[in-house]
């Protein structure tokens, strides 16, 4: 199946830095990135949809100037969280897909604010 | 927008025990997948199964679009089956997966 890495994996920071999670489609253009956030012993919870080229659609309750995505090319999307609080502390997972088929997900990120 | 359920949310099984897990969802779909997430987190995908059935080793799975569920099947399961399994679904274009709130598998020895 197509690959979609994540990057960093892990990934501690202070309170009120700013952290950017890549997530890069392989082998295949992603025309859409969806981007998730799940919580310990939940499912995960869609944070936006982003298209290449275009301004990402956030979830209702999503902050979009917190959670930052870029989607400037067919194969990379990044998500900058800003001004990172301990309650943005979360496991971020990405999913790339070029059409109405299988999605493929990343690694996921797993983001520690102190 | 689509809504997915899964049972048993919990689940106990003797190391070479067989189990069903079972995904409803509440409007026709184009795309359903199972996943088995494990200890660190990573998604493993285990079936892209909008319809039919598909088979891997131990595990198959099952999707009745008609009547709108799927199950997935562990034969002999074993204590590295244990985690958490997700079903998700969407059912447009480029629409997200929605991702049921999973069955939380212990296998013990």
């Known amino acids: 199946g197509a690959v979609v890495s994540q990057h960093p994996s892990r990934v501690i920071c202070k309170s009120g830095t700013s952290v950017k999670i890549e997530c890069r489609s392989l082998?295949?253009?992603?025309?859409?990135m969806f981007w998730y956030r799940q919580f310990p012993k939940q499912s995960l919870m869609l944070m936006a949809t982003?298209?290449?080229?275009?301004?990402?659609?956030?979830e209702q309750g999503v902050e979009k100037d917190k959670f930052l995505i870029n989607h400037a090319s067919l194969t990379l999307s990044t998500l900058t969280v800003t001004s990172a609080h301990p309650e943005d502390s979360s496991f971020y997972i990405c999913?790339?897909?070029?059409?109405?088929?299988?999605?493929?997900f990343g690694e996921g990120s797993r983001l520690t604010v102190l | 927008g689509i809504q997915v359920e899964q049972s048993p949310p919990d689940l106990i099984l003797q190391e070479g025990a067989n189990s069903t897990l079972r995904c409803n969802f509440s409007?026709?779909?184009?795309?359903l997948q199972w996943f088995h997430q494990n200890p660190w987190g990573q998604l493993i995908n285990l079936f892209y199964?909008?319809?039919g059935t598909k088979q891997n080793g131990r595990l198959s799975a099952t999707t009745v679009a008609t009547e709108r569920y799927s199950l997935l099947y562990i034969s002999s399961s074993q204590t590295t089956d244990s985690g958490v399994y997700f079903c998700?679904?969407?059912?447009?274009?480029?629409?997200?997966?929605?991702f049921g709130k999973g069955t939380r598998l212990s296998v013990i020895a």
């Open positions: 409007d026709s779909v184009n795309n």
């Open positions: 199964i909008p319809s």
């Open positions: 998700a679904a969407r059912n447009s274009g480029n629409t997200p997966l929605v």
């Open positions: 999913s790339a897909t070029d059409g109405p088929g299988e999605l493929f």
């Open positions: 982003s298209n290449e080229g275009s301004k990402a659609t956030y």
């Open positions: 082998d295949f253009q992603a025309t859409t």
